[in-house]
């Protein structure tokens, strides 16, 4: 075990250890990516949680003296990150997404998904919003553009408001969705079994077991709509990526992940069935990640809005219904 400083600080310790996965080999494309994107954030979050201090709170804790017994705890932790490549939120059994944490473990991918951004940033909502929807409900916008009455949507109108999360995994996005809009009804859907015994575990510690139900199904097929909103992150990850996946992806559920050869397998079951499980106004916000080539190409006649996220412009993407059907 590699020797730390004693007495030492916090700041030292996220140093030192910065350090030690730098010269260990991981990077950006080849070891993080689930969480933290660089050896020095990696550090930090792992220091902060098993020193039990706030995560997003290094400025002021950086100069807290860490006791040497507490030091070889941190070690023992960093040590296992490198020796086993085994990503840091399997570690610690916990993962944040737009500030909220949930529970994971190895049932589930870790939780990552630019939808995330877009629930907490209202992208979505001026989509939501028909004249022939439920009465009450705004018009919709012209373009989505938020706004501070945006997350209102769907507290008002005859029917209730429905979402859907499909492929649901640990069920981060459906709790950040129900977060979001606190009048709708969630469903959570996902054909594993295990990833939805995770789900259940954060739907109980978000204290939101009467507004999300979980489902067991494969694809849409147990889902029983209409829905208003289809969030989906399905498995997306053609075949040539799969194959070259850094150790900390390997990780992770094949099931969730892999999409054929193009990584359009799971979305091209899930256009043929969509329309039907839609409300007549309902929208669709699928997540490709890098997949946009493989995307158009394999739907050359559909023509998405694409959303801007910090990964950029090309990797969520919205459909209508009317385009689905």
């Not at 489902?215 to 990850?237: F, K, M, Q, R, T």
């Not at 359009?264 to 329309?275: G, H, K, P, T």
Request: proline content about 7%; charged content about 20%.
């Amino acid at each position: 075990m590699s020797a730390t400083p004693a007495p030492t600080t916090v700041i030292a310790l996220v140093e030192h250890w910065a350090d030690r996965l730098e010269a260990a080999g991981l990077t950006q494309a080849d070891g993080f990516g689930q969480g933290t994107l660089t050896a020095f954030d990696e550090a930090a979050w792992l220091v902060l949680w098993r020193l039990g201090l706030p995560l997003d709170e290094l400025d002021e804790e950086e100069n807290t003296p860490v006791a040497p017994a507490d030091a070889v705890k941190v070690a023992i932790l960093l040590e296992a990150r490198i020796s086993t490549r085994k990503p840091a939120a399997y570690l610690t059994r916990e993962a944040w997404l737009q500030g909220v944490p949930f529970y994971v473990d190895e049932r589930v991918i870790i939780p990552r998904s630019l939808i995330a951004e877009l629930l907490v940033d209202e992208s979505i909502d001026p989509w939501l919003r028909e004249p022939s929807a439920a009465p009450g409900r705004p018009q919709q916008a012209s373009a989505p553009s938020g706004g501070s009455a945006a997350h209102e949507v769907a507290s008002v109108g005859a029917q209730p408001f429905r979402v859907l999360d499909l492929c649901t995994g640990n069920g981060s996005l459906a709790v950040l969705a129900a977060m979001a809009y606190p009048d709708v009804a969630v469903d959570a859907a996902d054909v594993s079994t295990d990833a939805l015994a995770v789900a259940r575990i954060n739907v109980d510690v978000h204290d939101l077991q009467r507004r999300i139900t979980l489902i067991e199904s494969d694809g849409l097929a147990a889902c029983p709509g209409p829905y208003d909103l289809i969030l989906c992150n399905p498995p997306y990850v053609n075949a040539a990526t799969m194959a070259t996946l850094p150790a900390e992806f390997r990780a992770e559920p094949v099931l969730a992940l892999a999409g054929g050869e193009d990584g359009m397998d799971f979305i091209r079951s899930l256009f043929l069935n969509a329309a039907a499980h839609m409300s007549e106004n309902a929208v669709l916000v699928l997540e490709i990640g890098n997949e946009r080539e493989n995307f158009e190409r394999a739907f050359p006649e559909l023509e998405p809005l694409w959303f801007e996220t910090s990964a950029g412009p090309d990797q969520v993407l919205l459909l209508t219904r009317e385009q689905l059907g």
